[in-house]
């Protein structure tokens, strides 16, 4: 009587447990606040102005499977191309940028020249986001070399 008392108490939790335990883990993209932009700027590869468009088959890489030609509008430090592509995750969970064809975004990219990244972690955002604009005068002015006002 005693075994089939903890058989009839253990089984549901046992098969709770198994359940819980067969559920994938669910991932999310985290991140620290990125740096101020000039800190920002030192860092990457290539800050640019520019608009995706158009969307390439994607990378092998599956953390950065969306792959973006750029038109370049103004490179505000780094190579200058009139065209880059860039990659990044698929979606926002993997940090992916959403970036939407046709629409200006101010770009912090990493990586070689020829396989350049971004993602949510950094300072990229659509040109029309709030202080994008602030930003791009910053950078303007870093470039120029003179001294930044904020």
Known sequence: MH???LSSRCAPWLGIAAALLAVPPVLACSCVPPPLPLEAAARATVVFVGKPVAELPGSKNIS???KFE???EEILAGTSKATLMVSTGRDSAACGCHFEIGVSYLVYAHGEVTALQTNLC???KRLDAKGAADEVALLREAKTGKTPAK
């Open 3 to 5: 075994r089939s008392y």
């Open 64 to 66: 950065y499977a969306r």
């Open 70 to 72: 750029f038109a370049v």
């Open 122 to 124: 950094t300072r990229t």
